[in-house]
Every structure is written in C-alpha cells, then in structure tokens.
C-alpha cells in the first residue's frame, strides 16, 4: 500500500483542487515553502517472526547489519546472511522502519515495517538496495547549483566531493569541484560507490549531506556521470537532480 504523509491535508487538498497540479513547479514549490508533504512509502504487514531479503540486481546483499527503528529508537540489529535475509524473531506489535546501521543510500523512510499479533506464519519482506543507481566507467562528472529547482544554474565550486563504499560508508577518496563545478575520481574498480556532497544547513550550523549510488562497471554505457544540480529544501535537506531525456528537459530526482 502506498501513502502520502502529510502534515496538513486541508492544504494540499485545497491546492490540488484550485488546478495547482496542473502547474508542478508551482505546487512544488508551494510544498517546499510550508513543508506540508513528506514522501511515499509501502507497507508490509507482518507477525512477530518475519525476514528482510536484501538484494541489488537480484544479487543477494550479504553481510549486511540491517536495523529496525520504532519510535526514533533502534530496537533491534540482525546481519543478512548469504542469501541476503535478515531474520527477526518475537518483535513486539507496532510500526517499524528499517535501516541500514553501516550502509549507505539505503531506501530509509520508503517501506513501513507493520507487526501485528494475528499472523501465524512467517514472512518474508524484499527490499532492493540501493533502490536505484547509475552505472558508469569512470566516475567523474559536473555540479550545479541554484536556489530553486529552476532558477538559473550556478557552477558548484570549491565543493568537496566525497566517493565512499556504499556498504560500509568507508571513505573511498576525494576531491573538490573546480571553477566550472567539474569533479574526477580515480577509482576505477568495479563496484558499488556513493558519491556524497554535503552543504552547509540553511540558516543553521553544521552541513546535510546527500548520497548518490553509483556503480563502475567497465562496459557501461555511459563514461561518465550526467550533469547533476543539487539544491536545499527546508523540507528535504539536499537533494540530486538530473535533466530528463523528454522532450521538455524538465528536471528529475535522483
């Protein structure tokens, strides 16, 4: 079941209804300003005796320290085995999320772990992780910024940039974005990366950071990473954007 969580419905209503939607840019940035829209996210319903399967390409995700948060707290740490399955064992009923306590990208806050009494089996919940990536040869590419979504771009300049292992957040190498906002790593191995910036917080101390997947694979397609605009949001912190490949050119979340 997929919902939307929202801290007023009334207005989100009240603004699809007055052709809001009809004009996306504007209702988005009607969303940003009063953060009244949270995300999507499913819902498993379970018993107490329940697994989590983690996998990326089908290829099961082994060794991995799945946590499960209730209430803002960690209740309980199970590792994947070869398979990739996590297993729990007499969880107590009530809604939970489940986390990656070392990885990185991990889908957090997409899928709502429910654990009711009445079930008498158990079950088995699949998740893919990274939920999505980008494949490349090399990995080197552009940032751009702008205060809004679609105001002009601004080169990225002097950012640091961060490539780190997706599994472990091990820092892998990194380097600084040059006047025109271009980066380059050297990595060359094949596997799974998170490409990581991190900006200072809107009117606060301290930085947030945003983490792309990234995938080296020696005969991808691409050789590079596409041209990437990252903006701040009061609601969502930082956040990767990409131009589609329609028609319109219009921009898409990474």
Sequence with gaps: MIRITTVCPILVVLLLSSGAC???????????????????????????????????????????????????????????????????????????????????????????????????????????????????????????????????????????????NLRTAQLIESTQTNANGEYEFQTAEPGLYALRVSLPKKGEQGFESHDLAVEIVPTALESSLPEMKAVQSDCNGVQFYRRSNRADWTWEQQ
Aim: aromatic share 8%.
């Design 22 to 164: 009809a004009q996306s840019n504007d209702l988005e940035s009607e969303f940003d300003r009063l953060c009244v829209m949270d995300h999507l996210f499913s819902e498993e319903e379970v018993g107490p005796d329940f697994s989590i399967q983690l996998s990326f390409h089908e290829t099961p995700v082994a060794g991995a320290r799945i946590e499960l948060e209730y209430g803002g707290k960690i209740t309980t740490t199970a590792p994947t085995d070869s398979r990739g399955v996590a297993r729990f064992s007499a969880i107590p009923a009530g809604e939970y999320w489940p986390r990656a306590a070392d990885g990185l990208a991990f889908p957090n806050g997409s899928l709502e772990i429910k654990v009711v009494t009445n079930h008498s089996r158990a079950e088995k919940v699949k998740l893919e992780w990274p939920a999505s990536s980008i494949s490349v040869r090399g990995v080197r590419g552009r940032f751009t910024t702008s205060e809004r979504l679609d105001d002009p771009d601004l080169s990225m300049q002097s950012q640091r940039v961060e490539l780190r």
